[in-house]
């Protein structure tokens, strides 16, 4: 992103830094903020100047229309710092392009991109220090729209608030992770926007969930709504099968979230030689792959893990386990792109983003 616009931005430092309170080693991923917080507001058909000013709470009217409809959008980034102290982000024009499409989807105004990027490099600058050396160490970045205009009536907001708060992040670890196949709850719909990160489609998400917890599993891969029959994403992240020698994934749609990370995967995957196919996969044909022990591999891909290999799966009462990979395509893969995100290797792909 060449940051070629002045872009007017108001900055108002924090008095003290909350820093010297936080215990780094202690992290638990999402739950602490860094001193500031970047706010830009629309009104009168137009976004306003962009401000930075010290992390602090939201004064909103009961009636603003996030709270009745559900216009709310979010992102998942990071940035990272290497051992020179330079900080990095990566790929953020794709970021930056999916909060647009998400807030168009929900009739929302997009962002300009001269104010996303600026703000965003600001706002780090700011707060570099919150941003630790050492692989796993990172910044967790949460740009998101709320509609914020008050009344009621059934109608897009006039109004809304676009943000974006950071939270310093240890090496993520999910333990052990087994999934079951939905066989009857969906994540989204044709026609719908589960290609979105829309707050609706997270919270749609948390009962079919928490159910399949009761029976052991910590996640669950969604299969589409009309037939239950095709494999789509595992609980938040896309979602990757080996099957023998060669990697599929199902294609993305109005359906499914088209991941960072998940494009990442795909290209560094193909660069080792690994044979990707983006098709869709049957429930039967996991089934039929894992009875014949030619099921190798799954992991889910976002930002958060980068990769998280998930050791065995449920479906309609029956369980498999998958089996353990000296040679695994989730290890592999995961390392080279954390070597690109920490400046350990060559980024032959322009995908790093160094904050300056």
């Known amino acids: 992103m060449e940051k070629d616009t002045v872009v007017n931005i108001k900055i108002e430092k924090a008095e003290t830094s909350k820093i010297n309170e936080v215990d780094f080693s202690n992290l638990s991923f999402g739950s602490v903020f860094t001193d500031h917080m970047f706010i830009c507001e629309f009104k009168n058909g137009s976004w306003q100047t962009p401000t930075i000013v010290p992390y602090q709470k939201l004064s909103m009217d009961p009636s603003a229309k996030v709270f009745h409809y559900g216009q709310a959008v ?21 970021n930056f392009h999916r909060i647009n499409k998400s807030s168009a989807r929900l009739a929302m105004p997009e962002f300009p991109e001269d104010y996303f990027f600026e703000g965003l490099h600001q706002l780090l600058k700011l707060d570099k220090q919150w941003i630790q050396k050492g692989f796993g160490n990172s910044l967790y970045i949460r740009p998101f729209v709320i509609a ?13 608030k676009f943000i974006i708060i950071c939270s310093p992040a240890q090496s993520y670890y999910a333990g ?25 489609n997270y919270a749609g998400q948390f009962y079919p969930t928490s159910l399949a917890n009761k029976e052991g599993f910590q996640q669950v891969i969604w299969t589409d709504s009309n037939t239950h029959e095709y494999l789509e994403e595992a609980g938040t992240m896309n979602v990757f099968f080996r099957i023998g020698d060669k990697l599929i994934t199902c294609p ?3 359906r499914i979230l088209d991941g960072v990370t998940r494009k990442s995967v795909i290209q560094v995957a193909e660069d080792m030689g ?24 799954i992991f889910g891909s976002g930002t958060a893990a980068v990769i ?8 309609q009462g029956d369980k498999w386990e998958l089996p353990s990979m000296n040679d695994s395509y989730a290890t592999a893969i995961k390392d080279t792109i954390l070597g690109i995100q920490y400046n350990t290797i060559e980024d032959k792909y322009g995908w790093r983003v160094k904050v300056d």
Do not use: C
């Open 74 to 94: 979010f992102e998942g980034m990071k940035a990272y710092k290497d051992d020179q102290d330079d900080v990095w982000l990566f790929r953020p024009d794709e």
């Open 148 to 160: 914020t205009e008050s009344g009621v009536s059934a109608s897009p907001s006039a109004e809304y």
């Open 176 to 200: 052990e992770v087994r999934v079951k196949i939905a066989d009857h709850y969906s994540r989204s719909a044709s026609g719908g926007f589960g290609f979105a990160k829309a707050a609706g």
């Open 252 to 254: 993305t749609s109005d």
């Open 274 to 297: 690994i044979k990707v196919d983006i098709r869709p996969i049957k429930v039967s044909e996991l089934i039929e792959a894992a009875n014949n022990n030619e099921l190798k591999e």
């Open 308 to 315: 998280n290999p998930i050791l065995g799966f449920g479906y």
